[in-house]
């Protein structure tokens, strides 16, 4: 059986649907991890305006997007957004599509821990990976 690394080391937040949470702690920011089917094949111009796509279908509001990076990791393709959002301040949110769809979520905590943050959740992203036993 196949199982999805995000090796992100917070602590998990129990009961916190949907999907998987971590952090919350010392003032840092929540990080959400859902694991779905892999997409349906698409047919966009390319891989990036693909990942567009799942982004806007997953209803993922970033706020003005600041960053807006594209790259592979042990899942597949990824996009990964950081924005300022009106209500909830410096949020990132990153989709992931290969073998599974993987969804991730970033809401910050103290503003003084939201940059640290962010760079966990973005180095999560990148390495994230599917293992076989």
């Not at 059986?1 to 003032?27: K, L, S, T």
């Not at 990132?92 to 003084?112: K, Q």
Request: hydrophobic content about 40%; proline content about 7%.
């Amino acid at each position: 059986m196949a199982e999805v690394i995000f090796p992100i080391e917070w602590p998990e937040v129990p009961d916190d649907p949907p999907g998987r949470a971590y952090g919350g702690h010392e003032g840092h920011g929540i990080v959400r991890v859902s694991i779905n089917p892999p997409v349906e094949k698409r047919f966009y111009r390319s891989w990036k305006a693909t990942l567009r796509a799942l982004f806007s279908e997953c209803g993922i509001d970033v706020g003005q997007t600041v960053v807006e990076q594209f790259g592979r990791n042990g899942i597949g393709a990824y996009l990964l957004r950081v924005g300022k959002h009106p209500r909830y301040g410096l949020v990132s949110a990153a989709v992931a599509s290969g073998p599974i769809s993987l969804v991730a979520t970033y809401e910050m905590g103290n503003l003084d821990k939201a940059k640290e943050d962010i760079d966990v959740f973005a180095e999560a992203v990148r390495l994230a990976e599917i293992r076989s036993d």
